[in-house]
């Protein structure tokens, strides 16, 4: 597999994720002749302001008031058909990098690799 790189370094997380969720995938560093190819969509974060977080506690509760990040990623083989794709979304925005990968390497593994077999 080839995880396309991101300028965030994004890809390095997802590397490091496969291999701490033991996927049974081998990720290359080149494209060349891999079968498959993971796309990750760059991360969006967004930010609380400490305004909107104030607001939130006056007026409803507190929770919820933590930044959050989102990303998908895509699953495709040589010719380009997607085969698999996965949206994640967590709380505490930029720090959760890791959790973000690995919560794709696990759902990677599970959801599509065991329906494969």
């Known amino acids: ?14 590397a490091a ?6 996927v049974p995938v081998t990720i290359m560093n080149v494209p060349d002749g891999v079968k498959f190819t993971l796309t990750a969509a760059a991360i969006d974060i967004h930010k609380e302001t400490t305004g909107s977080k104030v607001v939130k506690c006056l007026f409803a509760y507190c929770g919820g008031t933590e930044d959050k990040a989102t ?15 996965y949206t994640v ?23 599509y690799l065991k329906k494969q077999r």
């Open 89 to 111: 979304a967590k709380g505490r925005g930029a720090s959760n990098r890791q959790s973000m990968a690995e919560a794709i390497a696990k759902h990677f593994k599970d959801d």
């Open 17 to 22: 994720a496969m291999h701490r969720k033991q």
């Open 71 to 85: 990303t998908a990623v895509q699953l495709t083989d040589w010719t380009g058909v997607v085969l698999w794709s």
């Open 1 to 14: 597999m080839y995880i396309t790189p991101s300028e965030d370094g994004f890809h390095t997380y997802l």
